[in-house]
């Protein structure tokens, strides 16, 4: 004898259209007790200024180059880049089974102010604001460039996410191909507007919203929300609700509202546990490879990896790596607790 499907009691699979891919989610597991490791968080930084700090203004960088003085958005090449923009000659071997090509780009460092002891949440919208013109400048000037066909714009907040220092910064990673991840959201965006017409979001976010049980966070011209198909505990999507191409389609007036969404979602984040919330996220948009992309419509992703607690993280290992990702508590429990979560920040309560 079966039971009746209750997604907030029953294990169940969620589809991800955007890459073509299943979630398996255990709501049932919530419940289990927890043995697991436990993360020490960092304590707050207090200084806004560190004179160890290579991305402090006037500090030295490891290669010896010395930041200038300046106050809020400072963007360099990063010295120690993973890519490099430098051409080289390659003759393909037509090797089917040992497939090689060089890759050319550009790696950016971004600071987003020159005060060490802030981040994103503890900014004011103005500042993010400059933040955001700063992400749209280099968005366009690196596409430009004739070798660049993407460009790769995120954050990695907190040691726990590989973040080894706590001044406010991004990166920014642009190169000669389009990355897997992005090639396969492509692929998918690409089919479903050849075949509606209309791009995959446009048409989500009008749904999410008139169930409303996702919705985190709206105002005139984006949302935050927990997607349906969520993998980490805290998962969440800013998207704007208009079909934007990319940063290139924002008005200073849609710049100033991605602002003010980016500082609510992270205050919201960081009130959950009362700390610093470390998290990986990034905007994925057009690729800059000078063709027609009427499928991609503007959205940044968030990834934090905290569970239960400020001490507990999700790993992605075992199952995850050999079979899908996997999740327990339901992505409505999630958006439920982020919906509550305050847009005051609690160092400010």
């Not at 290992?317 to 509550?340: C, F, H, N, W």
Request: hydrophobic share 35%.
């Amino acid at each position: 004898m079966s039971n009746s499907f209750n997604s907030k009691n029953h294990p169940h699979r969620r589809y991800n259209p955007l890459l073509d891919e299943w979630v398996l989610v255990s709501p049932q597991r919530a419940n289990r007790p927890w043995q697991g490791q436990q993360e020490e968080p960092l304590p707050s930084v207090q200084n806004q200024y560190d004179a160890e700090c290579y991305l402090c203004p006037g500090n030295s960088r490891a290669n010896g180059v010395q930041n200038p003085r300046y106050e809020g958005v400072y963007v360099f090449d990063n010295d120690f880049g993973a890519l490099l923009s430098v051409g080289v000659t390659f003759d393909e071997t037509g090797d089917e089974l040992f497939k090689i090509k060089p890759e050319r780009g550009i790696n950016r460092v971004i600071c987003f102010s020159q005060d060490h002891s802030l981040t994103l949440p503890e900014m004011s919208v103005k500042a993010i604001t400059k933040v955001v013109s700063v992400w749209k400048e280099e968005y366009q000037n690196l596409g430009k460039l004739d070798y660049i066909n993407h460009v790769q714009i995120f954050e990695n907040k907190g040691a726990i996410m590989g973040c080894s220092n706590p001044h406010p910064h991004g990166q920014i990673w642009a190169q000669s191909s389009i990355p897997s991840q992005v090639a396969r959201t492509q692929q998918n965006l690409k089919s479903y507007y050849d075949k509606n017409g209309t791009t995959f979001l446009s048409d989500y976010v009008q749904r999410e919203i008139e169930i409303n049980e996702r919705i985190i966070l709206e105002n005139k011209a984006f949302v935050a929300l927990v997607p349906f198909w969520a993998t980490w505990p805290f998962e969440t999507m800013i998207i704007s609700k208009n079909p934007l191409n990319s940063l290139s389609d924002f008005s200073y007036e849609d710049q100033a509202l991605f602002a003010q969404m980016l500082k609510d979602l992270t205050t919201k984040y960081d009130n959950i546990f009362s700390i610093s919330f470390p998290y990986s996220a990034g905007i994925h948009q057009a690729p800059t490879d000078l063709e027609s992309h009427e499928e991609w419509h503007f959205h940044m992703h968030f990834y934090p990896p905290l569970l239960r607690s400020a001490s507990v993280k999700k790993f992605m290992v075992g199952y995850e790596m050999l079979a899908e990702a996997q999740r327990d508590i339901t992505p409505e429990q999630s958006a439920e607790i982020l919906k509550k979560s305050s847009t005051i920040h609690y160092k400010n309560k």
